[in-house]
């Protein structure tokens, strides 16, 4: 391919994995809901806002809140959520993601971060990968919430780069939509029987290079 390409990464179950520490804070807010939160229930809120996510976990319980009320227990949920992800460092990136990144930086492929959590510079800044990227768009950058390509259509912007010569990584459905909705090529970290819609399917990030995204344009 001649014309330049760029790459964009969402953030969670691609360049680290903080599910956990999402789950954990969550489960603590339905307790205090009075109801269970199951790692199951916790599937639903892959890739979706925070708001978005208290909305379907208030749903689960049946429990009605007001707005104002609403915003308390999300900012309640997010101060034991950065509490927790404050503790993460390098160890916590996933396998193959520092390896495909300085690939990347060797050849001048530019990449950016495409993410919903309001908190991915904090995640990035503790297992030192903020100054890696050439652009972070977040969720204080955004106005929708994936499905909608607006973070991914931000990050081409952002890297100069055309959107068709574009390269989504995304572990959520919501994600994957949002690529193909930007008119990229996305590539699915996860299982090919539950996510649908993308171009290509990985494992991990081990499984990824170069060659194989740039095999997505021919």
Not at 172 to 195: N, T
């Amino acid at each position: 391919m001649k014309e330049r390409i760029a790459v964009l990464f969402d953030l969670d179950g691609v360049i680290v994995d903080t599910a956990k520490h999402h789950y954990l804070a969550w489960k603590q807010l339905a307790e205090e809901l009075g109801f269970n939160f199951t790692v199951e229930d916790n599937e639903r809120l892959k890739g979706v806002s925070r708001m978005d996510s208290l909305n379907i976990l208030l749903d689960i319980g049946q429990v009605k809140v007001s707005e104002a009320e609403k915003v308390e227990l999300a900012t309640r949920k997010n101060r034991r959520y950065v509490e927790s992800i404050s503790h993460m460092d390098e160890s916590e990136i996933l396998p193959g993601v520092s390896v495909f990144l300085a690939e990347l930086k060797t050849n001048n492929i530019p990449f950016a971060l495409g993410s919903a959590s309001k908190n991915a510079p904090l995640i990035l800044e503790k297992i030192g990968l903020y100054h890696a990227f050439d652009a972070i768009i977040d969720g204080n950058s955004i106005v929708n919430a994936k499905p909608d390509p607006e973070v991914f259509l931000l990050g081409a912007d952002a890297l100069n780069v055309a959107k068709e010569n574009c390269v989504v990584f995304e572990d959520a459905q919501s994600g994957i939509e949002a690529g193909k909705r930007a008119g990229m090529k996305v590539v699915a970290v996860g299982d090919q029987r539950i996510l649908t819609g993308a171009d290509d399917y990985i494992e991990s990030m081990e499984d990824t290079s170069l060659s194989r995204i740039k095999d997505l344009f021919f």
